[in-house]
């Protein structure tokens, strides 16, 4: 079932809008593959993956880990599409887009420490037990 919209265009409804909603995700999930730091990343969260399952720690703090690293893979997804719209509309250097970068860099950066702080509180969960 579809609907239009303001813009004339057809918008589709219910399981098929569902459905082509993931097939929008798995695109950009193609094309977050080809960015080194997500790579980086997956590698990183598998390790995370591992450590998680031998420590001793509660379900609790391994929910918040998956959780985290989700939060982590859409910031990342979220700060590759302001560099990809930003090289588009400016593909000049301006201060406006550095700044727009800047910013989508340290939402990364905060979420990785937010990572990296449940890590630490899980290991002196571990050392301390």
């Not at 995370?48 to 690293?69: C, K, N």
């Not at 910031?75 to 588009?88: K, L, Q, Y």
């Not at 400016?90 to 340290?106: C, F, Y």
């Amino acid at each position: 079932m579809t609907h239009d919209t303001e813009y004339g265009a057809s918008k589709r409804a219910g399981l098929s809008h569902l459905w082509a909603a993931a097939g929008y995700s798995t695109g950009g999930l193609t094309r977050l593959m080809k960015e080194a730091a997500f790579r980086q990343e997956l590698l990183v969260g598998a390790g995370l993956a591992a450590a998680y399952a031998i420590m001793d720690v509660t379900a609790a703090i391994r929910l918040a880990a998956a959780v985290l690293f989700l939060l982590l893979v859409a910031m990342e997804a979220v700060n590759t599409a302001i560099e990809e719209i930003i090289d588009r509309i400016s593909p000049e250097v301006s201060d406006t887009g550095k700044h727009a970068k800047d910013l989508g860099s340290l939402a990364v950066f905060c979420l990785i420490s937010a990572n990296s702080i449940l890590l630490l509180h899980a290991l002196a969960i571990e050392l301390t037990t």
